[in-house]
């Protein structure tokens, strides 16, 4: 029988369904915020359409299918050590649910003002968190990707980082990262703020430079600002937002920040914005598409990338007029719809199926 780490490098390399044949990934922007013609693929938790998001086989499949960017969601353990995991909440994307040894560590918590009940990472060791492996997060949706439960571990940065660095030996190309801070305010609560592990890693990789193939990403402005003026993070910072509500414990609504006047603050600290793809295009009543908003335009005004997510290829996250047949898991037009979404101008996309991201671009 194979080991583990045969496994995952098997698991990593065989493309699920690609879409490419014979396309190759072309440089984009050539470091930091500097553009070149070529918008960003940003592998959204890897390859995640593919593979069970955030683990090493993910993220290797989105580097060989041409994304110029892996894109890890940082949250940490207990023992202070930053891993890559959509939500502190580990019972939906790994089987700690099925390990007897820690039925006790399930509990309700309130993350960002919302009661979740389940496990999270603060509550276990990084010794702990490794004996687990990833699931699938969405099985109904992406069956395929169930055949790999149980075999990837939880990888932590460094090791994306490590995979970074090797990939971009083998690929040819300087392969970028695209780290989001998950929920700071609250890990910063818990005593266990993510800014420092985040930038003693990125400074120990000597990635902590202009130039550097690195961008920082969060839903909170306020962490964002901290990044900026107190640790003085010299990568590109990048400032999510989401079609509606406000950044946790912010009186101000995403929407506010996406004015004129409040993109021209965000230009202060930020070099980008990663709105939710409807904030670009918006859809009808009927689940068409509408017309372009001014968000794109507006952006680049204030001198700020935009780097929309997220594009997937199953009908249901797709507008009405590219879905194909009756099945909600079914692939529709997915090309189509980022083809429409790039001639926008928008610099870039987060994609969960990274060929089709290649190839689209290809197409404009």
């Known amino acids: 029988m ?5 496994v995952l490098r098997l ?7 690609p879409v490419l044949a014979g396309v190759t990934s072309a440089p984009a922007w050539a470091g930091g915020g500097r553009p070149d013609k070529k918008p960003l693929v940003v592998g959204h938790r890897g390859a995640s359409g593919y593979r069970p998001e955030h683990t090493l086989a993910s993220y290797e499949l989105a580097a060989r299918m041409g994304a110029d960017y892996l894109e890890p969601d940082l949250v940490i353990t207990k023992d202070g050590v930053l891993v890559c995991r959509h939500e502190p909440e580990i019972g939906g994307t790994t089987n700690v649910a099925s390990r007897p040894e820690f039925a006790g560590r399930q509990r309700t918590v309130t993350l960002d003002g919302v009661s979740v009940t389940g496990w999270f990472t603060h ?3 990084l010794a702990e968190l490794k004996t687990l492996r990833a699931t699938e997060r969405i099985p109904a949706v992406r069956q395929q990707n169930t055949l790999y439960d149980g075999l990837f571990e939880v990888p932590t940065f460094q090791e994306v980082l490590d995979l970074r660095k090797r990939l971009s030996r083998e690929l040819g190309r300087d392969l970028g990262v695209f780290p989001e801070t998950k929920h700071p305010t609250y890990f910063q609560r818990l005593g266990l703020e993510l800014e420092k592990p985040l930038v003693r890693t990125l400074r120990r990789n000597g990635l902590d430079r202009r130039g550097a193939k690195v961008f920082v990403q969060s839903f909170e402005a306020a962490n ?3 990044l900026a003026d107190e640790h003085r993070l010299e990568v590109p910072l990048v400032f999510l937002s989401s079609a509606a509500g406000n950044p946790f414990n912010d009186p101000r609504s995403y929407a506010d920040y996406l004015t004129p006047a409040g993109l021209k603050e965000l230009s202060q600290f930020v070099d980008g914005i990663g709105p939710e793809k409807s904030q670009v295009i918006p ?5 068409t598409l509408g017309a372009p908003t001014s968000l794109v335009a507006d952006a680049h005004a204030a001198g700020l990338k935009v780097i929309p997510y997220t594009f997937r290829a199953e009908n249901q996250f797709l507008p009405a007029e590219l879905r194909v047949g009756t099945d909600p898991t079914a692939y529709g ?3 189509d719809e980022q083809v ?3 001639r926008t101008g ?3 996309l987060f994609t969960d199926n990274p060929d089709i991201g290649v190839l689209a671009r290809t197409l404009v």
Do not use: Y
């Not at 859809?283 to 689940?287: I, M, V, Y």
């Open 283 to 287: 859809r009808k009543a009927d689940g």
């Open 11 to 17: 698991g990593a390399v065989a493309a699920a369904t």
């Open 333 to 335: 037009k997915a090309i």
């Open 224 to 226: 964002l600002r901290v």
């Open 340 to 342: 429409t979404f790039l």
């Open 346 to 348: 928008i610099d870039g």
């Open 123 to 125: 509550d276990f060791t």
């Open 2 to 6: 194979a080991d583990r780490r045969q």
